[in-house]
């Protein structure tokens, strides 16, 4: 894995951890966005590191590019797409197969949407209740609760592969999370508390 020829693309931190988990099979599958003008220059790296890559309709000059393992493992996503429609709970498992989410933390995310909550602030909400600070951040998906034990591996297995692969996208990426999550955790405090008083 090269990660200077990522480095020269227009990809964000995020984009680039994704392709170096996919590329060193750590991940899957996974989604990047990119932009029209220069998206040979970015098949052409995918290519180079072996990753299978199907792209999406432009939408608004930027186009979003499914990345996975092979083709094979590719036909997951197809048959999780086609499946929304008609069954939305099993198409969410299968999109989480793609992606390599833990059992339990997708079977958490249908319950959430049984129960009209949104993942992501039913998590803010056990962070805010145990009260400490996150410490999952390389994970892709919402994690079952903080002590996830599966998504605290995968957590782990990702930081070592981005840090031995390229030092610079392994900070950059987590210290974007970093900065996602503590903005959003400092947002949904506030509703919180507002809510309590
Ligand atoms: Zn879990």
Redesign the pocket.
């Known amino acids: 894995m090269d990660a200077g020829k990522l480095k020269k693309l227009d990809l964000s931190y995020m984009s680039m951890a994704n392709i170096i988990l996919v590329a060193s099979k750590m991940r899957p599958g996974g989604k990047i966005g990119y932009f029209e003008t220069g998206i040979e220059d970015l098949q052409e790296v995918l290519i180079g590191c072996g990753v299978y890559f199907s792209e999406d309709k432009s939408k608004d000059g930027r186009i979003p590019v499914t990345i996975s393992i092979d083709d094979e493992h590719f036909k997951l996503y197809i048959k999780a797409l086609a499946m929304r429609s008609e069954d939305i709970e099993e198409s969410i498992r299968i999109f989480g197969d793609f992606y390599g989410y833990?059992q339990?933390?997708v079977e958490?995310y249908i319950k959430d949407l049984k129960n009209k909550l949104h993942p992501i602030t039913r998590y803010w909400s056990q962070l805010i209740e145990s009260k400490r600070f996150p410490d999952l951040f390389a994970i892709f998906h919402v994690?079952?609760?903080p002590d996830?034990a599966?998504?605290k591996a995968i957590d782990e297995s990702f930081i070592k592969k981005l840090n031995e692969i390229d030092e610079e996208i392994a900070k950059g990426y987590l210290d974007g999370k970093k900065a996602n999550l503590a903005w959003a955790l400092a947002i949904h405090s506030d509703y919180y508390h507002a809510d309590k008083r």
Request: charged residues 20%.
């Open positions: 833990p339990c933390c958490r994690p079952c609760g996830c599966e998504s």
